[in-house]
C-alpha cells in the first residue's frame, strides 16, 4: 500500500480554517432560512440575562437618567465655555485643543456583560431547536483544531484521545466521531508519529 504523504502544520490549519469557513456559512445560511433575526433577539435576551444576574438593572437605569440629565447640564457647560472662549478670541488668544476623561469603568462593566452574557446566549439557544443546531455547529468548530489533528494521528493517540475526552467530557463532537471511525492514515497505524511539525 502506498504510504500517505505527512501533512504540515501550516496544511493543517489552512484546513482548519477552510473547514471553519465552512461550519460558519452553514450557520448563517441555516439562520436565514429559519429565522433571519434570531441570533439579534437571543443575544439581547442574553444581554438581558447577563445584567440581571451580575445585578446591574436598576444602576444601569439610574444611569441612564443621570446621562440624560448629563447632556443637558453639558451642553449648557459648552455653551458657557464657548461664550467665554469667545470672550478670549477677542484679544487674540488660540482655542485649546480638548480631551474627555476616561471610561475604563464603563469599559469594564461591559467586559463582565459579555462574559456573562455568552452564558445567557449559550443557555437560550439549549432550549430550543434551531438554537441546539448552532451550538452544536459552534462546537464543530470550537473542537475542528483537534479534529484536524486526530485525522492525521497514530491510533494510540486516537484511542487515548476518545477515553480522555469521554471522561471529562463524555462525548466527541461528531466529526470526531466519523474520523475515529475510520483507520489512521498509512504509515501512523503503529503509531508513527508526525515529523512535520509539533502542535502549539
Known amino acids: 500500500m502506498e504510504e500517505l504523504?505527512?501533512?504540515?502544520?501550516?496544511?493543517?490549519?489552512?484546513?482548519k480554517e477552510r473547514?471553519?469557513?465552512?461550519?460558519?456559512?452553514?450557520?448563517?445560511?441555516?439562520?436565514?432560512?429559519?429565522?433571519?433575526?434570531?441570533?439579534?433577539?437571543?443575544?439581547?435576551?442574553?444581554?438581558?440575562?447577563?445584567?440581571?444576574?451580575?445585578g446591574g438593572t436598576q444602576l444601569l437605569s439610574?444611569?441612564?437618567?443621570?446621562?440624560?440629565?448629563?447632556?443637558?447640564?453639558?451642553?449648557?457647560?459648552?455653551?458657557?465655555?464657548?461664550k467665554l472662549a469667545d470672550l478670549a478670541k477677542r484679544v487674540g488668544i488660540k482655542p485649546v485643543a480638548r480631551y474627555y476623561g476616561s471610561r475604563d469603568n464603563i469599559e469594564t462593566w461591559e467586559k463582565a456583560v459579555a462574559t456573562r452574557q455568552a452564558i445567557s446566549e449559550r443557555e437560550l439557544l439549549s432550549?430550543?431547536?434551531?438554537?441546539?443546531?448552532?451550538?452544536?455547529?459552534?462546537g464543530e468548530q470550537e473542537a475542528l483544531l483537534?479534529?484536524?489533528?486526530?485525522?492525521?494521528?497514530?491510533?494510540?493517540?486516537?484511542e487515548l484521545w476518545k477515553n480522555v475526552t469521554e471522561l471529562v467530557s463524555g462525548e466527541l463532537p461528531e466529526l470526531?466521531?466519523?474520523?475515529?471511525?475510520?483507520?489512521?492514515?498509512?504509515?501512523?497505524?503503529?503509531g508513527t508519529s508526525?515529523?512535520?511539525?509539533s502542535r502549539d
Open 146 to 158: 483537534d479534529t484536524v489533528w486526530l485525522s492525521t494521528s497514530p491510533l494510540q493517540i486516537r
Open 5 to 15: 504523504m505527512s501533512i504540515t502544520v501550516k496544511e493543517k490549519e489552512h484546513w
Open 176 to 190: 470526531q466521531k466519523k474520523v475515529l471511525s475510520t483507520s489512521p492514515p498509512s504509515g501512523h497505524a503503529k
Open 62 to 82: 439610574d444611569l441612564n437618567a443621570l446621562s440624560e440629565q448629563e447632556d443637558a447640564v453639558q451642553k449648557e457647560i459648552e455653551n458657557t465655555q464657548q
Open 19 to 54: 473547514i471553519a469557513q465552512k461550519i460558519e456559512r452553514a450557520i448563517t445560511e441555516l439562520l436565514e432560512k429559519s429565522d433571519p433575526r434570531y441570533m439579534e433577539q437571543v443575544s439581547l435576551q442574553a444581554r438581558e440575562k447577563a445584567i440581571e444576574a451580575l
Open 194 to 197: 508526525d515529523q512535520s511539525g
Open 127 to 138: 432550549k430550543d431547536a434551531l438554537g441546539q443546531q448552532v451550538l452544536k455547529l459552534r
